[in-house]
């Protein structure tokens, strides 16, 4: 299969990837219990001068505001069809724009979780290179004990302590419809940078050592190493040629990494240090039931994914010329 073709049925995946995901999402959200509106009942209720028709109308109301007092089928196709356009619409929460409101939010998560990319991949590649081409030495085993521990260690508990010890800032809660919905904060650049990318490194960091020294000590004992080094040539020379070999099994390893940090460590990380992300934004979406919110989150959420995949082929066809079969 050539590379033209192989892209295009990735790209076609991607888009019913994409429809599957946010069918999935309208549907979960459709048919569960709302709890903001039983939320704003239950208040309601309290007051002794509430009768059931008040109640009723206060459903009404609240479900007309949100378009959903119309038919489910209505409803789904009106809401794919925005995704598709980009007519995002307004947050039922805060009434502002969504789709500057989700995009914004991207760039702030991308602020601290491509430098921490960067940076686990940068100690975790010369580690794992370091340790595979001198197995059983001193510094192999300081090494992998240090990435190992960076990675076993409770790290969010200990950036919040440290940001409560030195008073820096920290988790600030803010009630709007619902009670676990947290506002963001400004803090110092300590708070809102280097935590965040020292956090999500170290995260990473131990899967980059362990993988990485694997496929050195595979590559590493291999005939061409041995000819290099036959040749004379410099144990530079020689890590180039095995990180050019272990670079394939990486990609798909740092790919698949930072889509579960999208989807697990980021909205920790920003509910932790209260950020105002992506995982921040989705969180406070969820538990407010801001399906605009919702719907845009997870529309970027899945095209990072497709995106992310299709980059990833790019990238077989450049370390690997044998991918492209069908061109070369």
Request: charged share 15%; glycine share 10%.
């Amino acid at each position: 299969m050539s590379l033209s073709r192989m892209l295009l049925r990735r790209v076609a995946l991607g888009l019913a990837t994409i429809w599957g995901v946010l069918t999935l999402v309208f549907v979960l959200f459709t048919q569960t219990r709302d709890w903001n509106l039983g939320t704003q009942v239950a208040m309601a209720g309290r007051d002794p001068g509430t009768d059931s028709d008040d109640i009723a109308e206060l459903r009404e109301e609240y479900l007309a505001e949100r378009g959903m007092d119309r038919p489910l089928w209505e409803q789904y196709v009106d809401w794919m069809g925005d995704m598709v356009t980009l007519q995002w619409g307004e947050s039922f929460e805060t009434g502002h724009a969504v789709l500057p409101a989700v995009i914004d939010a991207t760039v702030r998560t991308g602020s601290y979780v491509v430098p921490a990319l960067a940076l686990a991949t940068g100690v975790g590649l010369t580690v794992a290179l370091y340790t595979g081409l001198n197995p059983g030495s001193i510094g192999d085993g300081v090494l992998r004990s240090a990435s190992y521990l960076s990675f076993g260690l409770p790290n969010f508990w200990i950036g919040y302590m440290i940001v409560s010890v030195a008073a820096l800032g920290g988790l600030h809660r803010h009630s709007t419809t619902a009670e676990t919905a947290i506002q963001p904060t400004e803090g110092p650049f300590v708070v809102e940078f280097v935590l965040p990318v020292v956090l999500v490194a170290t995260t990473l960091l131990a899967a980059v050592v362990s993988y990485g020294r694997a496929y050195s000590l595979q590559y590493g004992s291999s005939a061409m190493t041995k000819l290099i080094r036959a040749k004379g040539g410099s144990q530079l020379d020689v890590a180039r040629h095995v990180l050019r070999n272990a670079a394939i099994p990486l990609v798909s390893l740092l790919f698949a990494e930072t889509l579960a940090l999208l989807a697990l460590a980021v909205f920790v990380i920003e509910a932790l240090f209260a950020i105002d992300g992506l995982g921040l934004l989705f969180y406070n979406a969820i538990w407010t039931r801001d399906l605009p919110v919702l719907m845009g989150g997870t529309m970027v959420i899945v095209v990072i994914g497709v995106g992310g995949n299709v980059l990833q082929d790019l990238a077989y066809s450049l370390l690997d010329p044998r991918v492209d079969t069908g061109t070369r």
